[in-house]
């Protein structure tokens, strides 16, 4: 029988788990980035629905960030913590220069398309890894984003 990590999960499973933590949390990091600048830049006739829009989801990434980073310290690893990192395990693309409300509207429905399936996974192998507290997380970022998807995709349909 193997030896179990400091919170009773397999450690090769933990850092399976926690590679691909590492992941989203790049992916959020970039995010953030590209969400706090649509919210700087943000211009035109939904410029004050947008702006209010792009700091709350800005902020709700700041938190996911956290909690990210902080699971994988609880799983025994080391989180990614420079933009360095961020950018090379990253799929989301920094966006630069974008102020049409609708090309940033677009571009998080983009990048909800890449976190979206990378929580799916995680959830998938937390779930066959007995980590209830990866698998909980991730069930809830999903419930709540898939909500988000339908609202930006509604939004983008005017």
């Given at each position: 029988m193997s030896q179990l990590n400091q919170i009773g999960l397999d450690p090769k499973s933990s850092a399976l788990l926690s590679e691909k933590l590492n992941?989203?949390?790049?992916?959020?990091?970039?995010?953030?980035?590209?969400t706090r600048g649509f919210h700087?830049?943000?211009k035109g006739e939904k410029f004050f629905e947008l702006h209010a829009k792009f700091e709350e989801l800005y902020n709700d990434h700041f938190i996911k960030i956290d909690e990210i980073a902080e699971r994988i310290l609880t799983l025994g690893q080391t989180p990614l913590h420079s933009y360095?990192?961020?950018l090379a395990?990253?799929?989301?693309?920094a966006a630069k220069d974008i102020s049409n409300g609708n090309e940033c509207v677009q571009s998080i429905l983009d990048s909800y398309g890449i976190i979206l399936p990378i929580?799916?996974?995680?959830?998938?192998?937390?779930?066959?890894?007995?980590?209830?507290?990866t698998n909980?997380?991730?069930s809830?970022?999903?419930r709540e984003q898939e909500k988000l998807?339908?609202?930006?995709?509604?939004?983008?349909?005017?």
């Open positions: 992941q989203l949390l790049a992916n959020y990091q970039i995010f953030y980035i590209n700087w830049n943000i360095q990192d961020y395990h990253a799929s989301i693309e929580q799916r996974e995680l959830l998938d192998l937390s779930g066959d890894t007995g980590d209830e507290g909980a997380l991730m809830d970022y999903i998807v339908w609202m930006y995709t509604a939004f983008l349909s005017n």
